[in-house]
């Protein structure tokens, strides 16, 4: 299995509201990322795990939770949105980017709407 | 801090034309660059990485580390080569990477 896989592909949620999102590799990969990306514009780093610790937060709010129970599986839970938060949310995986030559490998990404 | 530059937003050429699509980027250490490409309704993938200095689809890519660019060039284009191009640095220490903001290219038949 060469793919990232991300669940849901869409969400509507209120701003109310708890979910979460949730990304699976079969890679055997050790670094995991979430990324956050606004129409007509480039993906933007919002979390990196490296072998199951995390190991950048770019001053992400604390109403987005990342979660990596296992080399396997990435989730990113979600809480009192807004709605400018409103994206795409991808999930990428990685060799051991300490070693170089890793490049990231992209999930389809779950379009998220924050009503 | 480490950042990346597409100058140019948008790119369209005739099928047959060369293409070169440019990248420069800034950063303190010794970079890994890459170019990511995203056709229609596909998801994001890797086309090149400079460490490989491979060929994808007839596209090179070449560091250059004195006018620190990486720009992707292709000598004829082809339709299917429309899509979003994002030219991407990646710290290898903390796995960071930067994308520039995208050159969208046209090949008009």
């Known amino acids: 299995d060469t793919e990232v896989t991300q669940t849901p592909k869409h969400l509507v949620m209120g701003m109310t509201n708890k979910k979460s999102l949730k990304c699976e590799q079969h890679m055997g990969h050790r670094a995991m990322y979430w990324y956050k990306q606004k129409a007509k514009k480039p993906p933007e780093l919002m979390f990196v795990?490296?072998?199951?610790?995390?190991?950048i937060n770019e001053s992400v709010p604390s109403r987005f939770s990342p979660e990596c129970p296992n080399s396997s599986l990435l989730n990113l839970h979600l809480h009192a949105l807004q709605p400018e938060d409103s994206a795409l949310y991808l999930c990428?995986?990685?060799?051991?980017?300490?070693?170089?030559?890793?490049?990231?490998?992209f999930g389809n990404g779950t379009r998220l709407t924050v009503t | 801090a480490q950042r990346v530059t597409q100058p140019e937003k948008l790119l369209s050429v005739f099928k047959g034309a060369p293409v070169e699509l440019k990248c420069n980027y800034s950063y303190s250490g010794s970079p890994e660059l890459f170019w990511y490409v995203q056709y229609s309704r596909q998801r994001l993938q890797l086309l090149l990485r400079h460490i490989s200095r491979e060929s994808i689809k007839g596209f090179t890519a070449d560091l250059n580390k004195g006018e620190t660019s990486f720009h992707l060039k292709k000598p004829f284009a082809q339709e299917e080569d429309s899509a979003m191009y994002y030219c991407a640095l990646m710290d290898t220490n903390a796995g960071k990477s930067t994308f520039g903001d995208g050159t969208t290219l046209t090949v008009k038949p």
């Open positions: 990428a995986s990685s060799q051991d980017f300490r070693r170089g030559n890793s490049p990231l490998h």
């Open positions: 795990y490296s072998y199951e610790k995390l190991s």
